[in-house]
């Protein structure tokens, strides 16, 4: 991997999409989607790949000209960060869409679970190849979590929600594998929903995301996230579910702070973790100034060392204008200078 500065700065994941690839009302007018949601495209099933190909150089150049040091694809490709991979598995039905309620209690079209769940081909490795073709940078890819999408799925099959959770570990598993072996830097596991269901998380979606990491030997990452901004509007002061993850063999940890204000005593628990620390409220679309923006970090000083920090948005940053998307990136990158100088750092 390419050497980092300290306090290396990076997205959760996603980017804004352009208004002529996506038809952004109608994605922020809606919960995010678990099944194809193909109506959101405004460009032409025969031009989409290509588009879909521009818009994700213009997110990476946009990621470089802010200053970060770790880049991702934007997820410019997919409608939801987690339908794209979870409708791509064998043993789902697309086209007969089942209902579960989304966290905020709300049902929602689900990817139906008919027959085991398989990977049979990779995913996302040709969008890694992509990303890492078009920057010289470090790169992350972001999977939805095994756990997560057995919450966003109705089970027509399994016994229960606990063996679906486990067939989507072997996916995502394969997944990773390809994913590092095809170079990408960093692979974060996506697992919003262990914040959403913390119980359940603690019964069975732990030991799912330890199968998804079995054998994993590269620079691995979980979110763990309040949901979308732009959506869920209420944050609570608290994680439900983060002290667990102490024991998982990820790397990383990607929490949010921003938007939530959130008691930074709970990283005390995970000492041996590098800390993905959100400071980019995705809430609003005025751009912070790169000093609050260093507050917000400086906050965790006492808690954890420099060295074991990387620099982040909160997520859901594909539903803020692009103008304002460009601004909070280099918001971040200047707080992170800032820092580095205050730190006696370059």
């Known amino acids: 991997m390419t050497s980092l500065p300290l306090l290396p700065t990076t997205l959760v994941g996603s980017y804004a999409q352009p208004d002529w690839l996506i038809d952004r009302a109608r994605l922020a007018g809606r919960f995010p989607p678990r099944v194809r949601a193909r109506e959101l495209w405004r460009v032409a099933p025969e031009h989409l790949a290509q588009a879909q190909d521009d818009a994700t150089e213009l997110a990476i150049l946009a990621q470089e000209r802010a200053g970060l040091d770790i880049v991702t694809d934007g997820e410019m490709r997919r409608e939801s960060y987690s339908n794209h991979f979870a409708t791509a598995l064998d043993g789902i039905d697309v086209d007969n869409p089942g209902t579960a309620l989304d966290r905020s209690g709300h049902p929602n079209p689900v990817p139906r679970i008919v027959g085991p769940i398989r990977r049979t081909r990779p995913v996302q490795v040709d969008d890694l190849r992509f990303l890492r073709a078009h920057t010289g940078h470090v790169v992350k890819m972001t ?92 944050r609570p002061e608290a994680y439900s579910f983060l002290p667990e993850l102490a024991g998982c063999p990820v790397r990383q940890v990607s929490i949010e702070t921003a938007q939530s204000g959130l008691d930074l005593g709970v990283l005390a628990d995970l000492k041996d973790k590098t800390v ?28 954890v060392p420099p060295d074991r920090l990387v620099i982040s948005t909160d997520c859901g940053m594909k539903y803020l204008p692009r103008a304002s998307a460009e601004g909070k990136m280099r918001a971040m990158a200047g707080a992170a200078r800032l820092l580095r100088a205050e730190l006696g750092v370059s």
């Open 143 to 234: 999977v939805p979590g095994p756990f997560t999408m057995s919450q966003q799925a109705q089970n027509d099959h399994y016994p229960d929600a606990e063996s679906a959770a486990m067939d989507y570990a072997a996916a995502v598993n394969a997944e990773i594998r390809d994913l590092f072996a095809a170079g990408a830097d960093i692979v974060q596991i996506d697992e919003p929903y262990m914040q959403a269901r913390p119980d359940a998380a603690r019964a069975y979606g732990l030991a799912a995301l330890n199968a998804a990491l079995d054998g994993v030997t590269g620079t691995t990452a979980v979110h763990i996230c309040f949901g979308y901004a732009a959506i869920i509007h209420e």
């Open 276 to 303: 993905i620390l959100g400071v980019i409220d995705l809430s609003t679309p005025e751009v912070e100034p790169v000093e609050v923006v260093a507050d917000r970090v400086r906050r965790a000083f006492d808690r």
